[in-house]
């Protein structure tokens, strides 16, 4: 049972760049995430999926696109990469409402630097 | 003010020891609350729900004031396993709010 990968681990891209970061789950959740995580600033919620077909903005949605491609995948795109977008981006499904524990599941994570 | 605040230490600990964190949270509406913990350079993983009237798994307690609108995570009898970032989790509107996290490093 893998859970919740992404690719790539690592990346380094130059101011404009572009790139999509993947994300796939095998537990059949409908919510899927997308987080940055900078120091002392915690984990913040970019873009979010409650069920396929749809997404939503979440804390700092700017300069970033989503994609629910299906139930399993939900990718990030970069489309003009910038300095500030260097961080850590964790790619997270949960469980339904009402599940105990209502828990969420983090992908690895990728650690992006922009130069 | 930050929904959710956390102290970030580190909170540095010998084997054995007994530590407690805090972390409160600013709206009174939130729903649920959890304790996750991150290893450095991993992804956090849930440790603990937290229930109303406390709860205990193991070595870990953590708990819930609702109107003083903090919870806790007491960790007993400490080991070198134990020293990670915990990450305080509070639902708001169906939506995780993350603290910052408080560090702990168990030493021998």
């Known amino acids: 049972n893998a859970g919740v990968t992404q690719t790539p681990k690592f990346q380094v891209l130059k101011t404009g760049q572009s790139m999509t970061l993947q994300c796939a789950q095998d537990?059949?959740?409908?919510?899927m995430y997308w987080y940055r995580q900078d120091p002392g600033m915690g984990l913040r919620l970019i873009y979010y999926s409650a069920s396929e077909g749809t997404t939503d903005k979440g804390e700092v949605p700017n300069g970033y696109n989503v994609s629910r491609l299906n139930k399993r995948e939900f990718s990030l795109r970069l489309e003009s990469a910038a300095p500030s977008q260097t961080s850590v981006y964790f790619c997270a499904s949960r469980t339904p409402p009402g599940t105990d524990p209502y828990e969420q599941y983090f992908g690895p994570g990728t650690r992006l630097t922009v130069t | 003010r930050k929904e959710v605040e956390q102290d970030p230490g580190p909170f540095n600990v010998p084997e054995g020891a007994t530590v407690a964190f805090n972390c409160t949270y600013s709206?009174?509406?939130?729903?649920?609350f959890f304790w996750y913990r991150q290893d450095c350079r991993k992804e956090p993983k849930l440790l603990m729900s937290v229930y109303s009237s406390g709860n205990e798994d193991g070595r870990f307690t953590a708990q819930l004031n609702r109107a003083s609108q903090y919870i806790s995570l007491l960790i007993r009898d400490s080991k070198l396993s134990d020293s990670a970032t915990y990450l305080c989790?509070?639902?708001?509107?169906?939506?995780?709010?993350f603290g910052t996290g408080t560090r702990l490093q168990v030493f021998p």
């Open positions: 709206n009174s509406a939130s729903q649920s």
């Open positions: 537990m059949n959740h409908n919510s």
């Open positions: 989790v509070v639902i708001n509107t169906d939506k995780l709010i």
